[in-house]
């Protein structure tokens, strides 16, 4: 009742625009100047907020106890290891030394390490002059593009070596010299989807940062992550530097920035080998990271942890009390400081609690986003003092000026090699050697498996076991009750009645439809779903008027995300990209443990008992279900779930499985298809079948771009 208190007075203002409307629209602004666009923003926002601050009172009950903390810590490493799929079985790292360079108080050692069975990293090992054994330090990278060779990590890497700290810069999956689609017909000088970015080489297509996500889809619907290939290679180079005898085994530390920054905090989570670790200009709130930028990149969002209770701090919580720096910037636009700051107060609190105060610390100079001059030289200082037991002074540059600002410390740091002269391999990418497996590849053998273990426990399950599983995995409830559904307007067009309807998903969260109905219906209900628009075959002589003149009675319905409800408005400056202009919101209900296809698929549902309910005009009774494009996935999933409702069903332009996803080594915008854990319980085809085959029609399906295939 208090819900329809709130609901009313806003469905009241969308009546009165509504009848004031000659053209097909039906929902308009609210009083306050929000547009249609934005309420599955808002919607999604209001979630966020009740799963955070549902969190911090978890958070604050957990502190009364050492027990608790105890609990909290093992909890959120047993989460955060089943979300990102698990490990694979250690095998022989092949370790080989391809090249070696001099430099002033340090060498470097070109080190190629196969991490997986044919699947080879690319690092550079920063050794001192001065004679070891020595520490060692992991520096992953963030998001550069030409990866280990970027100024900012041959900066860090060489700061820690002449002080003597041994340092292994390496390339992430999709950087350096590890990018994971490649062109061979391609002379290319320019990223394909950032002609403004120079490429790293001829045959390498697309931005690391698109890689990352792009592969990410595929890693989900195994139920995992991409994020397990990175924190895998880190667990890999610490073997490595464990295995030699001028590195001290048990004096092992790790840092990075930004992208490196996230695999400095998730290796320092998991892996209780880093003696201490320094995340740099990553780590701050959900909350303010969601609010002001938006979701990262693939690897920076766990399925469902702002559900489960995981923020940003756990991954210092985790390992506490292990001596832990927290290196941001002030001025960092990307991670917003205020964000850091209450993780840092968050962090401090639950070390205190267990007795350790003084093992987390936060490193916060006036300084942008990256891996800065001030940063460098306090996290070395900071490893030093827990590798290597002595407290230095560090100085990059001995004396500064008086006077200088961002540009001028860069001008004054220049680092000594070019991507050239670091480069490993003799190819310039590892995936150009003989017997190399991309990660498309390495995920499309593990889908395979899946297919082959699923089947039996698949074919054990009854019609509702199946339908039980099906829901479970997509996040759809049992049965829910009708939801509300009003009319707010009316037109004609000839003989025709065009009704405008109003379903409400969720508080705040109207969906718009059009209801054409023949003077004379003679046939069954049609429930049209496009994955565009419910007036996007709506026009005079288009396919539902022809319908209609049937005698159909057509339900031109629209799900969340799509047509008036479309959302992208922070990214619709940008264009949308490689994964849609609601990428972000597709990644925020990721991280809600929500799939669009779970929500699609339930607001399907609705529509369907609307349509067969007798509310839009016709008889109770089964209707025909037609669903193109973005729509067909989740009617496909309404369909199975509940077969009984529909005479018959209609699936236009639908990918032909999620197998053919995680297999593909390029896609387009498949974030709105993604399920997580989906390949280890169905696939599409299962649905069908579920659905009843001899009513299922799918026509013109298509490929992860969007392409026809047979």
């Known amino acids: 009742m208090k819900l ?37 923003e808002r919607w999604l926002a209001a979630e966020v907020e009740a799963a955070v601050e549902a969190r911090k009172d978890a958070f604050g009950k957990m502190l009364k106890s ?32 391809t090249g070696t360079l001099e430099g002033e108080g340090y060498r470097i050692e070109k080190i190629l390490l196969e991490t997986r069975p044919g699947f080879h990293l690319t690092a550079n090992l920063y050794l001192p002059a001065v004679p070891g054994p020595w520490p060692a330090v992991l520096v992953p990278c963030g998001h550069s593009h030409n990866g280990k060779a970027a100024g900012q990590y041959q900066l860090a890497s060489r700061l820690l070596a002449r002080h003597g700290l041994a340092a292994i810069c390496y390339d992430p999956i999709g950087q350096g010299e590890r990018y994971q689609i490649l062109d061979p017909s391609a002379k290319r000088t ?25 592969v990410g889809i595929g890693c989900a619907l195994l139920g995992g992550n991409v994020a397990q290939y990175r924190i895998w290679d880190g667990m890999r180079v610490i073997d490595y530097l464990q295995s030699r005898p001028d590195i001290l085994p048990n004096k092992i530390g790790c840092t990075g920035n930004s992208g490196g920054g996230t695999e400095t905090a998730y290796l320092m989570a998991l892996d209780p080998r880093l003696v201490a670790a320094a995340p740099g200009c990553y780590l701050t709130t959900f909350q303010s990271l969601l609010s002001l930028k938006g979701p990262q990149d693939g690897e920076q969002n766990l399925f469902g942890q702002l559900a489960f209770g995981m923020d940003q701090a756990d991954y210092c919580i985790m390992r506490l009390p292990k001596p832990t720096l927290i290196a941001a910037g002030t001025r960092d636009v990307t991670f917003d400081f205020a964000g850091t700051w209450e993780l840092f107060g968050e962090a401090k609190r639950f070390a205190s609690r267990i007795g350790h105060p003084d093992s987390i610390d936060l490193a916060a100079p006036d300084a942008p986003h990256g891996f800065t001059l ?24 001995p004396s500064l000026p008086d006077s200088f600002d961002d540009e001028r410390l860069r001008a004054l740091t220049v680092p000594d090699w070019t991507d050239a002269d670091l480069q490993v391999t003799e190819e310039g990418q590892v995936l150009l050697r003989p017997g190399e497996r991309s990660v498309f590849e390495i995920n499309a053998t593990i ?24 829901r479970a995995t997509i996040g759809v409830p049992g049965e829910a009750g009708e939801a509300a559904l009003f009319e707010v307007g009316e037109l004609r067009r000839g003989d025709l009645t065009i009704r405008k309807l109003v379903l409400e998903a969720g508080p705040g969260l109207p969906l718009p439809a059009l209801v054409f109905v023949p003077a004379k219906p003679a046939g069954r209900a049609v429930l049209y779903l496009h994955g565009e628009s419910m007036k996007a075959d709506a026009a005079p ?24 409800t479309e959302t992208g408005v922070r990214r619709k400056a940008f264009g949308a990209g490689r994964f849609g202009q609601d990428n972000l919101e597709i990644l925020t209900a990721y991280l809600l443990g929500k799939s669009y296809v779970g929500l699609r698929t339930a607001d399907a549902l609705q529509w369907a008992g609307a349509a067969a309910s007798g509310v839009v005009g016709i008889q109770p009774g089964s209707i025909d279900l037609v669903a193109i494009g973005e729509a067909a996935v989740p009617a496909l999933h309404a369909a199975a779930l509940n077969p009984e409702r529909f005479a018959s069903v209609t699936l236009r332009r639908m990918i032909s499985s999620w197998e053919s996803i995680v297999a593909a080594p390029e896609t387009r915008d498949q974030t709105v298809n993604m399920v997580h854990g989906a390949l280890r319980v169905y696939d599409l085809a299962d649905l069908i079948a579920m659905a009843g085959p001899e009513k299922v029609r799918v026509t013109l399906s298509v490929d992860g771009m969007g392409k026809p295939v047979e």
Request: net charge positive.
């Open 541 to 564: 002589g288009g396919p539902i008027e022809a319908l209609a003149k049937e005698g159909r009675v057509v339900v031109a319905a629209e799900l969340r995300g799509i047509g008036e």
């Open 447 to 470: 889908a395979a498996r899946l297919r082959a273990e699923r089947a039996a426990a698949w074919k054990a399950l009854d019609a509702t076991g199946k339908r039980a599983r099906v």
């Open 66 to 97: 050492g027990a608790a903390c105890r609990k909290w810590q093992e909890e959120r490493r047993a989460f955060f290891l089943d979300r990102i799929g698990g490990f694979p079985d250690r095998g022989p790292l092949q370790a080989a030394i």
């Open 190 to 214: 320019r990223f394909e989807d950032a002609p403004h970015v120079e490429s790293v080489h001829p045959q390498v297509k697309l931005m690391c940062t698109t890689e990352h996500t792009m």
């Open 374 to 397: 001030q940063l460098r030289e306090a996290v070395t200082r900071f490893l030093l003092r827990h590798l290597a037991g002595k407290e230095v002074e560090v100085r990059e540059i």
């Open 4 to 40: 329809m208190k709130l609901i009313l007075p806003f469905l009241s203002l969308l009546i009165a625009r509504a009848l004031a409307s000659g053209d097909l629209g039906v929902l308009t602004a609210e009083s306050d100047g929000t547009t249609p666009d934005r309420f599955l």
